[in-house]
């Protein structure tokens, strides 16, 4: 089976060299920015110059990329790989986009005989390394199973939510919760601690109690050291607060907090917080509200 996997972000590279570790000389990658195949390439990947031509002799492409507009751009812009792929190959999807988004991409690809899932991830670089990702999968069982044992390679479980989009409507919920529960936390510490009381004990009472979300847990690090090194870039979540706004928008559903959020993500990342981790989100309000 040959494999095509493009976009080597933090997220993409570390997949990729999971699929490679097991199927050495049968990858191909590609990256819009040169130079992140290196270390792929090393470990036996064929790089590819552009989308298309690394969609020629797939069986089945992968993309991790990090928005709708960038899906789209590398599906279908002037070096696209849609119109290179052969029928019957099957795309999958990993990147976070919205589930109206997801369905086009699938009539797509079904226009030209392509089979398509959409299979974004919960867990971040860490679990992307240790292939202890959670893929949310939308399409046909039949398409699943095919690729079923290539996303064992990258994960600890694999759920598959329901038809095409249903992935992607799973993810979007995900995050946005996400988003909110760090910034739930976020205002916590930043009024205790302007009450007196030491950060130490905010982070003990809090962490692994009934009142925060385990997520601001998993951040604990990085709040206490101040060094927000993106695991999940702030832009990205902002991005997906958005994806669930306009998700919603389309459903005619409220979501108050979701674009209170979102908007206060946005803020950050104009202020200097967008490449860094989305708990950073904590330090910029810290250094605006008190
Ligand atoms: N990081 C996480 O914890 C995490 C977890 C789950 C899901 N996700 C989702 O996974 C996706 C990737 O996230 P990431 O953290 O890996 O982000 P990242 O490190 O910023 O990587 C983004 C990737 O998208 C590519 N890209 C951006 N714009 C493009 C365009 N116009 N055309 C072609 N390629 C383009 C980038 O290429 P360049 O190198 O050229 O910029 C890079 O390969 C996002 O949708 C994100 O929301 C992330």
């Known amino acids: 089976m ?10 993409g590279s570390r997949m990729a060299a999971n699929i490679i570790h097991a199927h050495p000389g049968d990858v191909t990658v590609w990256n819009r920015t040169s130079g992140k195949a290196d270390d792929l390439v090393s470990a036996g990947a064929r790089e590819a110059k552009t989308p298309k031509e690394a969609a020629q002799d797939a069986d089945v492409l992968w993309t991790m990329l990090s928005t709708p507009e960038a899906v789209e751009e590398t599906a279908l812009g ?24 997801t369905r086009r991409m699938a009539e797509e690809t ?9 299979a974004p991830v919960t867990g971040s670089k860490e679990a992307a390394q240790k292939a202890q990702l959670v893929f949310l999968v939308g399409g046909s069982e039949a398409d699943l199973n095919a690729v079923r044992p290539l996303m064992e390679h990258m994960s600890r479980a694999i759920t598959h939510v329901g038809d095409v989009g249903m992935g992607s409507s799973l993810k979007v919920v995900n995050n946005m919760m996400a988003g ?41 690090a990085k709040l206490e050291s101040g060094n927000f090194e993106a695991d999940f870039p702030l832009q990205w979540m902002q991005k997906d607060l958005h994806l669930a706004a306009q998700t919603a928008y389309e459903k005619g559903v409220a979501l108050p907090v979701a674009n209170t959020a979102k908007e206060i993500y946005l803020l950050a990342a104009r202020y200097g917080f967008a490449e860094l981790d989305f708990s950073s989100v904590y330090d910029f309000l810290r250094k605006n509200s008190v």
Do not use: C, N
Request: positive net charge.
């Open 180 to 220: 909110i529960a760090l910034l739930a936390f976020s205002e916590g510490l930043i009024l205790g601690e302007s009450l007196g009381i030491d950060r130490q004990r905010l982070f003990d009472i809090f962490i692994g109690g009934p009142i925060i979300a385990p997520i601001a847990g998993m951040k604990r």
């Open 78 to 101: 002037t070096h696209g790989f849609l119109d290179s792929l052969k029928k019957g190959a099957l795309w999958v999807d990993s990147s976070t986009v919205d589930p109206s988004f």
């Open 2 to 11: 040959k494999i095509a996997f493009l976009g080597l972000g933090i997220m």
């Open 110 to 118: 079904a226009r030209r005989g392509i089979r398509f899932l959409d």
